[in-house]
């Protein structure tokens, strides 16, 4: 009796971390390759994915999704909302050595917003007016008006070495980063592996890991054979076929995770026919959604859309899908006859690579063809695809979306009217060129609120009014983040922000083999 209570005591304390084992390459089949490293110019789900890896933030989210310090020890707002002050953790080194300062952070975000590099957090950081080095340890960012979402839509901008930003430029930067997180990067051939080492001085803990290799298989099921072989540890937004057989293998582990990820068909709502909202509105009708989302995802995997705010985002509102328009192709044939479009008209629908979008793509091209209109559907890199949306020269596009918590970032960044980027073709999250005075307004004031239940019943109006009312874009379906992986990989978990942590305040991934 007292052995067996021992076995069992020893295998306790080993199920409790005693057991972790360093060494090894975690091989990670995704789904589209970054389009650059630099995250003062990048800011989409497949960079972030390994940006994040590289690099550290000021604040970061813990496993429940709340806003905990990372860089920055911690923080104090001003009385009227509009100042931050962050104190800044001490004896952090970038890869290559040199301290982390408070100057790497103004430069950061000075860059980040810096209209001559056209990156992506130049709307998000639109109300940022100046960043100040208080001290050493110190830096103060004063906002325009009081901003509730700003902690929330900073997570994800990571803090670059600015000596070598500055001396390589951001071209060359994002294909060599040098940042403080817990792995660095070596190589990085296109189409092929991207590899990352362990980063044995990182402050926040020492990675299990010796490298990381990212790889990015945009057929699910090539990714799911890879899986199943062991030519990938670890496969990311398997198809659900995939994942369904995969769940009864007793050497993979299928983690589903809800997220507030947002996948959309977004219309050019200032080009051709798409420019009258009754087109728009046939548009929807013509689509059984429901039944798409049904045949790519077969329950598993995703939930049907009706709007950004996913059923577990703090603004989802039931009104608004009860009031979505119901697929009726007889009624989109009457509202493309009304709008001057008896014939329908012909178009082209952009999708990613990967084997979901370019099937929902395919699937509404058939049910447009339905109500007269004729749709070519064009699957390309992600990389090239962004520039096409930007420009205004794509008409329609199938693109996902996923941004922190706040509800503001769900709003705010794709449907706040940005008529400098338009005019320039530059870089933009309102790639529809959704422009409503109205909307602008309530989305201004719901960020300098402090109140969320005040906040809450203004996005739900803005939400009824740009998916119901003018449909500025067809909602899709909110993916569920799903890992797959072999059985030796530990305590790995789904981000419900569609990343992958791997060293955190709460896991640090190792192999048991």
Same mark, same amino acid.
């Given at each position: 009796?007292?052995?067996?209570?021992?076995?069992?005591?020893?295998?306790?304390?080993?199920?409790?971390?005693?057991?972790?084992?360093?060494?090894?390459?975690?091989?990670?089949?995704?789904?589209?390759?970054?389009?650059?490293?630099?995250?003062?110019?990048?800011?989409?789900?497949?960079?972030?994915?390994?940006?994040?890896?590289?690099?550290?933030?000021?604040?970061?989210?813990?496993?429940?999704?709340?806003?905990?310090?990372?860089?920055?020890?911690?923080?104090?707002?001003?009385?009227?909302?509009?100042?931050?002050?962050?104190?800044?953790?001490?004896?952090?080194?970038?890869?290559?050595?040199?301290?982390?300062?408070?100057?790497?952070?103004?430069?950061?975000?000075?860059?980040?917003?810096?209209?001559? &590099?056209?990156?992506?957090? +130049?709307?998000? @950081?639109? #109300?940022?007016?100046?960043? $100040? =080095?208080?001290?050493?340890? !110190?830096?103060?960012?004063?906002?325009?008006?009081?901003?509730?979402?700003?902690?929330?839509?900073?997570?994800?901008?990571?803090?670059?070495?600015?000596?070598?930003?500055?001396?390589?430029?951001?071209?060359?930067?994002?294909?060599?980063?040098?940042?403080?997180?817990?792995?660095?990067?070596?190589?990085?051939?296109?189409?092929?592996?991207?590899?990352?080492?362990?980063?044995?001085?990182?402050?926040?803990?020492?990675?299990?890991?010796?490298?990381?290799?990212?790889?990015?298989?945009?057929?699910?099921?090539?990714?799911?054979?890879?899986?199943?072989?062991?030519?990938?540890?670890?496969?990311?937004? &398997?198809?659900?076929?995939? +994942?369904?057989? @995969?769940? #009864?293998?007793?050497?993979? $582990? =299928?983690?589903?995770?809800? !997220?507030?990820?947002?996948?959309?068909?977004?219309?050019?709502?200032?080009?051709?026919?798409?420019?009258?909202?009754?087109?728009?509105?046939?548009?929807?009708?013509?689509?059984?959604?429901?039944?798409?989302?049904?045949?790519?995802?077969?329950?598993?995997?995703?939930?049907?859309?009706?709007?950004?705010?996913?059923?577990?985002?703090?603004?989802?509102?039931?009104?608004?899908?009860?009031?979505?328009?119901?697929?009726?192709?007889?009624?989109?044939?009457?509202?493309?006859?009304?709008?001057?479009?008896?014939?329908?008209?012909?178009?082209?629908?952009?999708?990613?690579?990967?084997?979901?979008?370019?099937?929902?793509?395919?699937?509404?091209?058939?049910?447009?063809?339905?109500?007269?209109?004729?749709?070519?559907?064009?699957?390309?890199?992600?990389?090239?695809?962004?520039?096409?949306?930007?420009?205004?020269?794509?008409?329609?596009?199938?693109?996902?979306?996923?941004?922190?918590?706040?509800?503001?970032?769900?709003?705010?960044?794709?449907?706040?009217?940005?008529?400098?980027?338009?005019?320039?073709?530059?870089?933009?999250?309102?790639?529809?060129?959704?422009?409503?005075?109205?909307?602008?307004?309530?989305?201004?004031?719901?960020?300098?609120?402090?109140?969320?239940?005040?906040?809450?019943?203004?996005?739900?109006?803005?939400?009824?009014?740009?998916?119901?009312?003018?449909?500025?874009?067809?909602?899709?379906?909110?993916?569920?983040?799903?890992?797959?992986?072999?059985?030796?990989?530990?305590?790995?978990?789904?981000?419900?922000?569609?990343?992958?942590?791997?060293?955190?305040?709460?896991?640090?991934?190792?192999?048991?083999?």
């Amino acid at each position: 009796m007292r052995r067996a209570l021992v076995l069992l005591l020893l295998a306790l304390l080993g199920s409790v971390g005693l057991a972790q084992k360093e060494g090894g390459v975690l091989r990670v089949a995704t789904v589209s390759e970054p389009t650059s490293l630099d995250p003062v110019t990048t800011n989409n789900i497949p960079s972030r994915l390994v940006i994040m890896n590289i690099h550290d933030s000021l604040v970061a989210y813990d496993e429940d999704l709340n806003i905990v310090p990372k860089l920055a020890e911690g923080w104090e707002v001003s009385e009227d909302g509009t100042v931050y002050t962050f104190r800044l953790r001490e004896g952090v080194r970038f890869h290559n050595g040199d301290p982390f300062t408070t100057a790497d952070v103004k430069y950061t975000f000075d860059q980040a917003r810096n209209p001559a &590099l056209q990156g992506q957090w +130049l709307g998000i @950081l639109g #109300g940022l007016e100046e960043v $100040t =080095v208080v001290d050493d340890h !110190t830096v103060q960012m004063r906002l325009a008006a009081p901003d509730a979402s700003f902690l929330d839509q900073i997570v994800y901008l990571a803090i670059v070495n600015g000596k070598v930003h500055a001396e390589v430029g951001a071209d060359a930067y994002a294909i060599s980063p040098v940042g403080t997180g817990p792995f660095r990067f070596v190589s990085w051939s296109r189409n092929e592996v991207l590899r990352l080492e362990r980063n044995d001085d990182y402050w926040l803990a020492r990675p299990y890991l010796d490298a990381v290799e990212f790889r990015a298989i945009p057929e699910r099921a090539v990714a799911a054979l890879e899986l199943e072989s062991g030519g990938a540890d670890v496969a990311m937004s &398997l198809a659900s076929p995939d +994942l369904l057989r @995969l769940q #009864g293998s007793p050497d993979i $582990t =299928v983690d589903l995770t809800p !997220t507030l990820s947002y996948y959309y068909v977004a219309m050019n709502n200032q080009l051709g026919p798409l420019a009258d909202a009754r087109v728009r509105r046939a548009i929807a009708m013509a689509i059984p959604m429901d039944q798409f989302v049904e045949t790519i995802f077969q329950g598993v995997g995703a939930v049907r859309a009706y709007s950004s705010f996913a059923p577990g985002s703090l603004a989802y509102d039931e009104a608004l899908v009860a009031d979505y328009p119901a697929f009726d192709p007889e009624g989109a044939r009457r509202l493309l006859a009304e709008a001057g479009f008896p014939n329908g008209f012909e178009t082209v629908i952009y999708t990613p690579t990967d084997s979901n979008r370019r099937q929902l793509g395919e699937l509404i091209q058939a049910a447009l063809s339905q109500v007269g209109i004729r749709a070519e559907v064009r699957a390309v890199e992600f990389g090239t695809l962004l520039p096409l949306t930007y420009t205004g020269e794509a008409p329609i596009w199938i693109l996902g979306w996923t941004n922190g918590v706040d509800p503001n970032n769900y709003l705010y960044d794709m449907f706040h009217s940005d008529p400098a980027a338009w005019e320039i073709g530059g870089t933009t999250f309102n790639t529809a060129r959704y422009d409503d005075p109205e909307i602008d307004a309530m989305l201004e004031e719901a960020r300098r609120l402090t109140d969320m239940e005040q906040r809450l019943e203004i996005y739900r109006r803005a939400a009824y009014k740009i998916f119901v009312e003018d449909v500025a874009h067809v909602p899709g379906y909110h993916q569920t983040s799903t890992l797959a992986f072999r059985d030796y990989v530990r305590d790995l978990r789904a981000d419900p922000n569609s990343g992958i942590d791997l060293v955190t305040t709460f896991n640090n991934v190792w192999l048991d083999r």
